[in-house]
């Protein structure tokens, strides 16, 4: 509905898996987000990309890999997780960074890592 | 340091008025975002403040005094789909938004 689509909707995996969240932004949009999101706390900006390239990473641990390969298209590669990643992850677009634009968010894929 | 806080948990009585209020510290401030969040769905835009006063949109206002840091929402004639979880944003001077950890509104009949 808010034209920003991630599959799958829920993962769970074990911590030795290797696994990949989709996400997918009909709106025409430049820029993309990875944001956590964790009970009762704020949402935490993971990676920017803006025309395909990285622009933020907010110290991430390398376990998780974003990959951009076109505007429309982000992908969060995931690998040797650890059970305190276990959260909601959201994808979100926007027309660009650099202004104040509002960002669509997608419903999210919930991870449980066991 | 940035931070945003904002109520935990309020409740609130179907047709009643309920008042959300956040207080920022930011560095830099490009504006003051809400969104609305029912549970297991994605986040979607309700209003933006970049200047002091008081934006109406329907049922939903919102205020912001940046001399104050301060925001609140303010949604009149509560409906039961009004139940969710709000989330106020500040935006930094890098135009990164820097999130509070949301407010859970329930309404009771």
């Known amino acids: 509905e808010t034209g920003v689509t991630q599959t799958p909707r829920h993962l769970v995996m074990g911590m030795t898996n290797k696994k990949s969240l989709k996400c997918e932004q009909h709106l025409g949009h430049n820029a993309m987000y990875w944001y956590k999101q964790s009970a009762k706390k704020p949402l935490e900006l993971m990676f920017v990309y803006n025309f395909k390239e990285q622009t933020e990473n907010n110290s991430v641990p390398s376990r998780f890999s974003p990959e951009c390969p076109n505007s429309s298209h982000l992908f969060l590669h995931l690998h040797t997780l650890q059970p305190e990643d276990s959260a909601l992850y959201l994808c979100a677009s926007s027309q660009g960074t650099g202004g104040a634009y509002e960002q669509y968010f997608g419903p999210g894929t919930r991870l449980t890592v066991t | 340091g940035q931070n945003i806080d904002q109520p935990t948990e309020m409740t609130a009585t179907e047709g009643a008025i309920v008042q959300i209020n956040c207080t920022y510290q930011?560095?830099?401030?490009?504006?003051l975002f809400w969104y609305q969040q029912h549970a297991g769905e994605a986040p979607t835009f309700l209003s933006y403040n970049v200047l002091d006063g008081l934006e109406e949109k329907g049922r939903f206002s919102s205020f912001l005094s940046r001399s104050k840091g301060y925001s609140y929402l303010l949604l009149k004639e509560l409906q039961m789909k009004d139940s969710a979880s709000y989330l106020c944003?500040?935006?930094?001077?890098?135009?990164?938004?820097?999130w509070g950890a949301g407010t859970k509104l329930i309404i009771k009949p």
């Open positions: 944003a500040s935006m930094d001077s890098n135009y990164q938004l820097i």
């Open positions: 930011t560095s830099g401030f490009n504006g």
